[in-house]
Protein backbone atom coordinates (compact mmCIF):
# COMPACT_ATOMS: atom_id res chain seq x y z
CA UNK A 1 0.00 0.00 0.00
CA UNK A 2 3.44 2.27 0.51
CA UNK A 3 3.35 2.15 -3.51
CA UNK A 4 4.04 5.99 -4.93
CA UNK A 5 0.97 6.80 -7.65
CA UNK A 6 1.70 9.70 -10.13
CA UNK A 7 0.08 13.32 -8.40
CA UNK A 8 -3.20 14.26 -9.66
CA UNK A 9 -2.72 17.18 -11.32
CA UNK A 10 -6.26 18.47 -10.44
CA UNK A 11 -4.72 19.37 -7.11
CA UNK A 12 -2.12 21.74 -6.10
CA UNK A 13 0.94 21.22 -3.79
CA UNK A 14 -0.94 22.25 -0.97
CA UNK A 15 -3.80 20.06 -1.16
CA UNK A 16 -2.34 16.93 -2.12
CA UNK A 17 -0.37 17.79 1.49
CA UNK A 18 -3.27 18.15 3.56
CA UNK A 19 -5.14 14.97 1.78
CA UNK A 20 -1.73 13.03 3.00
CA UNK A 21 -2.08 14.13 6.35
CA UNK A 22 -5.45 13.26 6.53
CA UNK A 23 -5.27 10.17 5.38
CA UNK A 24 -2.22 9.47 8.04
CA UNK A 25 -4.42 10.65 10.64
CA UNK A 26 -7.45 8.81 9.92
CA UNK A 27 -6.55 5.28 7.46
CA UNK A 28 -8.73 4.01 5.53
CA UNK A 29 -10.33 0.70 7.48
CA UNK A 30 -12.71 -1.66 6.03
CA UNK A 31 -15.59 -2.78 8.22
CA UNK A 32 -17.49 -5.95 8.20
CA UNK A 33 -20.71 -5.91 6.48
CA UNK A 34 -23.60 -5.48 8.77
CA UNK A 35 -26.63 -7.80 8.07
CA UNK A 36 -30.01 -6.46 8.56
CA UNK A 37 -32.45 -9.04 9.24
CA UNK A 38 -36.27 -8.52 8.60
CA UNK A 39 -39.33 -10.66 9.58
CA UNK A 40 -41.06 -12.00 7.01
CA UNK A 41 -44.79 -10.66 6.66
CA UNK A 42 -47.44 -12.94 5.39
CA UNK A 43 -49.00 -11.21 2.84
CA UNK A 44 -52.21 -11.91 0.87
CA UNK A 45 -51.90 -12.01 -2.87
CA UNK A 46 -52.50 -9.20 -4.44
CA UNK A 47 -56.32 -8.78 -5.91
CA UNK A 48 -56.70 -9.57 -9.59
CA UNK A 49 -60.15 -11.23 -10.08
CA UNK A 50 -60.90 -8.03 -12.16
CA UNK A 51 -57.50 -7.73 -14.58
CA UNK A 52 -59.55 -8.85 -17.24
CA UNK A 53 -62.48 -6.53 -16.87
CA UNK A 54 -59.91 -3.81 -17.05
CA UNK A 55 -58.07 -4.57 -19.58
CA UNK A 56 -61.54 -4.86 -21.65
CA UNK A 57 -62.60 -1.52 -20.44
CA UNK A 58 -58.98 -0.31 -21.81
CA UNK A 59 -59.52 -2.80 -25.22
CA UNK A 60 -62.73 -0.69 -25.58
CA UNK A 61 -61.09 2.68 -24.71
CA UNK A 62 -58.37 2.28 -27.63
CA UNK A 63 -60.89 1.41 -30.07
CA UNK A 64 -63.09 4.26 -29.62
CA UNK A 65 -59.84 6.35 -30.04
CA UNK A 66 -58.95 5.36 -33.16
CA UNK A 67 -62.29 5.32 -34.26
CA UNK A 68 -62.24 8.96 -33.79
CA UNK A 69 -58.85 9.61 -35.15
CA UNK A 70 -59.94 7.84 -38.44
CA UNK A 71 -62.99 9.41 -38.80
CA UNK A 72 -61.47 12.95 -38.50
CA UNK A 73 -58.87 11.61 -40.63
CA UNK A 74 -61.27 11.56 -43.52
Given at each position: ?????????????????E????E??????????E?I??P??????A?T???????????????V??????IT?I
Amino acid sequence: MNEKLEHDPDFTEEERVEFERLEKEHPYKEIEEEIIRVPVQQKAAADTKHDLLYLLIFIIVMAVFLVIIFITQI
